[in-house]
């Protein structure tokens, strides 16, 4: 897949699983790709990796077909970026990373969630930790994975984060002097982005407090689990790209994740792109992105602090307004277009510090 060519555009190579399913790291990665696609002086070629789990047959001759694209790819761009979920590093990073060698570009690993490269086990490990060494540049999502990699020795790392579109702060609904009444959840359903502890919290509040459910059920769980809860509802899954559209019909987000993954979930930055709070958890790298100016941190699994915050914002209109000053104030930092060209500007970099490189092997 590739983009249109503009004279003299650089040449990315983006290597990755783009939705579906619908997952964060894909809306990401789709996301990024969407908007490097819309400058003038970028051509992207895309190499989509997904459709290769659980299809024994049809995968491995797809894998092999990605493979081929890939070293296809690497000849023809001036930049290699590799950015898959982090269990599908070992197996198609080795060879993004020959590919990036056999032609002498550089390469670059931006690594999605919360997992810490320098603590993954095993083989699998093994793999991580020789391939991010080798990288010219590897891409942390979280300042606490930047300052872990420098630990580390990594020659090169940079922070970057989550984003998401930032619609116009025009189009935000005015909420001033209302309280928030209305929670929704958005993301996986499953016992470790605290679900449950989620549906203990609202049947601990008053009947004028709602909270909506939504995305795909997993881990076991099923809609009949959630019917006849008070004051909970399960609306199902959410096509791709609906989240924006959903979002603005609630007053806060609720989030209490303690999922090992976790590093800077989307569902908030996106809650952020439709001026809402957020209760969420004191967890991994999430007070990186919400702290008592745009949210409410509560403690991993603890069902009475996740009902005392949604009281507090079902009652206190004051505390409500201004969490959601504090959210207008971060969302523009956190715009998908600002990190676009800021990933464009870290690829010229590379560029530039490779040829500088290989001009002084010639010279020696």
Known sequence: METREAAGAITILLIGTLPPPVGGAGVSLKQLFERLTQLEDVRVIMVNTGGVRGHRVTGLFRFIAIVGRIFRGALQADVVSLQPVPSGLPFIGPFAWLAAALFGKPFMIRMFGGEDFLDVPGLRGSIVRWLVRRTDLYLAQTKALVASAKRGGLRRVEWFPTHRPMPPESEIQDRNGACCRRFVFLSHVKPTKGIHELVAAA??????????????????????????????????????????????????????????????????????????????????????????????LVPPRDVNALADAMKRLATDAVLCDRLRRGVLAKRAFFDADRWTREFVVLCRSMMTSVKKSQGNQKAN
């Open 203 to 296: 049947e601990k509040l008053d009947g004028n407090v709602e909270v909506d459910i939504y995305g795909p059920l997993m881990d076991g769980l099923t809609a009949e689990q959630f019917a006849g809860r008070k004051g909970v509802t399960y609306k199902g899954q959410v096509p791709p790209g609906e989240a924006l559209r959903i979002l603005p019909t609630y007053d806060a987000l609720l989030f209490p994740t303690f999922w090992p993954g976790e590093g800077y979930p989307g569902i908030i930055l996106e809650a952020y792109g439709a001026g809402l709070p957020v209760i969420t958890t004191n967890w991994m790298a999430i007070p990186e992105i919400v702290d008592e100016t745009s949210g409410v």
